[in-house]
């Protein structure tokens, strides 16, 4: 990155490195000297750069977040707003899923499930984010929906809802499962799924014959 310190960019290391671990191991199984045995750092080095535990967890949900806004801003810049926007959100976020490197696959999907129960900023953060996700894809539906490019009985709150669980399915499939082909076969589920939800233009009436012709 340009202009980036030697600080930042350890930093950044860190964080990329904690982002990794914890999908293996948990956020509450982040520890500085985990981390630092991982980054190559002492722990008081790794300590240096947070205040404290919570607010390594809080850098740590940000940076995450930020991994995946960079292709669905993408995404949203290189498609037309409505049902376009909305498929290129979807893949982008199957493919920022299918592609990234982390040791336990998403890491909303496995921090949201161990904070779901546990009340704190650190849980507050994770459901922002993930909150930010649904509504992008819940904005684009409701767009569709007035544009008539959706079935005028679709609910953009459920096809958002159910976006997200096809990604979350396909990720808990190839993770858990070990189904490598779990992303084709969401991309597929989601091709089927926006076209079951897609507006069907009604044919225009023919004229009838006149009687003699």
């Known amino acids: 990155m340009p202009n980036e310190t030697h600080g930042s960019r350890r930093r950044r290391e860190i964080l990329d490195t904690a982002a990794d671990l914890s999908t293996s191991v948990g956020l509450e199984g982040l ?3 985990r981390i630092a045995g991982e980054v190559g750092l002492t722990k008081a080095g790794v300590a240096a ?6 607010a390594l967890q809080l850098a740590v949900v940000d940076a995450a977040a930020g991994h995946y806004a960079e292709p669905l801003l993408a995404a949203a810049k290189s498609s037309e707003p409505g049902l376009p926007r909305l498929r290129a959100l979807a893949l982008a976020w199957l493919g920022h899923l299918e592609t990234i490197d982390y040791r336990g696959g998403c890491f909303f999907g496995s921090a949201g499930l161990v904070f ?3 009340p704190g900023p650190v849980r507050d953060a994770i459901a922002e984010h993930t909150r930010n996700l649904l509504s992008m ?3 684009q539906a409701r767009l569709a929906l007035r544009l008539g490019e959706l079935a005028t009985d679709v609910s953009p709150d459920i096809l958002a809802f159910q976006i997200h669980a096809l990604a979350q399915e396909a990720n808990l ?3 858990l499962l070990g ?3 779990a992303f084709e ?4 589920a989601l091709a089927d799924l926006l076209s079951r939800t897609k507006r069907v233009e009604e044919p225009r009436a023919r004229g009838r014959k006149r009687s003699g012709t």
């Open 31 to 33: 520890s500085f000297s």
């Open 49 to 54: 750069h947070f205040k404290s535990k919570e």
């Open 116 to 118: 779901a129960g546990r």
């Open 137 to 139: 894809l819940e904005e």
């Open 173 to 175: 499939r190839r993770e």
């Open 179 to 181: 189904t490598e082909e």
């Open 185 to 188: 076969q969401a991309r597929v």
